[in-house]
């Protein structure tokens, strides 16, 4: 059977038939702001606080600015990985990345043979518009995909640029055929940017939705994925939020409760205190247009466990 690693994209999983497939090549494409970056260091979070290695390799931001834009998403502890060696980041322009593919690579993954750790790179842009033709651009993220999945599980990210919903150009087209997932990140309407569908273009040997799903932003949790039939409720602007976080809190109570002793040593413990961690940043902030209880079913439903506590 395939193995699948959490996503760590909150209700993300299930639309992937489980997850994504173990040492497999995804690409996220989105706009501007569209979360790629929260995507991809939600996902190598996730594999984090599972024991596994992460590599940030970051082609536009500075790697401060990565962990500050992540402690401002709730995530500060992310720094800790760092200091433990568990997170390294690669810091380097588009060319500066091409020419380490083409010198160093080979050698940067033999030392790395044997880890199973979590691969980012974002974005993936400036590497193919660093070399000339499409033939090139192909032959260097191909040699990339291929070399770099046999350290971990990759994920690229990929600016989209042109009109809406336009993934014709070369610079996505040639890593949307060689990856072997492809979630797309878009803006539903111009008017309001703030409705955004999450869309799985395509993931080989998997059952996946093939729906538009719509996503949210929420600190502490990062991105959340809706199933289709979510619907716009009205806020009640009145929640009383102790009482909200006293509910929450039964229900994370109840959880630990329910999970069975054989299940809970196979969840390191970092798992519960980030569970926690999560749900905390929540009752605080704003649920938006999320039930709380569906919310915290999106959380918990990422570890395979539900509210109910059952199993
Ligand atoms: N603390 C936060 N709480 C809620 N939403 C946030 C928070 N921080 C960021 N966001 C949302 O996340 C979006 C930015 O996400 P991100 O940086 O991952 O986008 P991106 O696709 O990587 O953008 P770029 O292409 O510019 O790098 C913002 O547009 C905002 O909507
Ligand atoms: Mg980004």
């Not at 809190?249 to 969840?267: D, H, N, T």
Request: proline share 4%; with cysteine; charged share 30%.
């Amino acid at each position: 059977m395939t193995e699948r690693v959490k996503s760590g994209v909150f209700g993300l999983n299930e639309q992937l038939d489980g997850g994504f497939i173990r040492y497999s090549t995804s690409v996220v494409i989105g706009a501007s702001g569209a979360g790629k970056t929260t995507f991809a260091t939600q996902f190598l979070r996730r594999g984090l606080e599972m024991g596994e290695d992460g590599i940030f390799i970051t082609l536009d931001e500075a790697p401060d600015q990565i962990v500050r834009e992540a402690a401002m998403m709730g995530w500060e502890d992310i720094t800790k990985y760092l200091d433990n060696g568990q997170l390294v980041f690669i810091d380097a322009s588009g060319k500066q990345f091409t020419d380490f593919i083409q010198k160093e690579l080979s050698d940067f993954v033999e030392e790395w043979e044997g880890h199973n750790a979590r691969i980012v790179v974002d974005p993936l842009t400036p590497v193919l518009w660093s070399v000339d033709s499409k033939y090139e651009q192909r032959e260097l993220v191909s040699f990339l995909l291929r070399e770099v999945r046999r350290i971990g599980t990759v994920l690229c990210t990929l600016e989209e640029h042109g009109s809406q919903g336009d993934l014709s150009g070369p610079d996505i087209v040639i890593p949307m055929y060689l990856a072997d997932c492809v979630v797309h990140l878009r803006y539903t309407s111009k008017e309001s940017p703030e409705r955004r569908e999450l869309k799985i273009v395509k993931s080989r040997a998997s059952k996946h939705s093939r729906f538009s799903h719509p996503y949210r932003i929420m600190k502490g949790a990062g991105i959340m994925v809706l199933p289709v039939e979510h619907k716009v409720k009205k806020v009640r602007r009145s929640t009383d939020m102790e009482l909200l976080y006293k509910r929450i809190e039964a229900q994370y109570q109840k959880m630990i409760s329910g999970v069975p002793k054989k299940k809970r040593a196979k969840l390191p413990r970092e798992v519960f205190t980030n569970i926690r961690r999560t749900l905390n940043y929540l009752s605080e902030d704003n649920f938006g247009d999320l039930d709380p209880a569906e919310a915290t079913a999106l959380i918990l439903g990422e570890y395979d466990l539900n509210i109910e506590g059952s199993d």
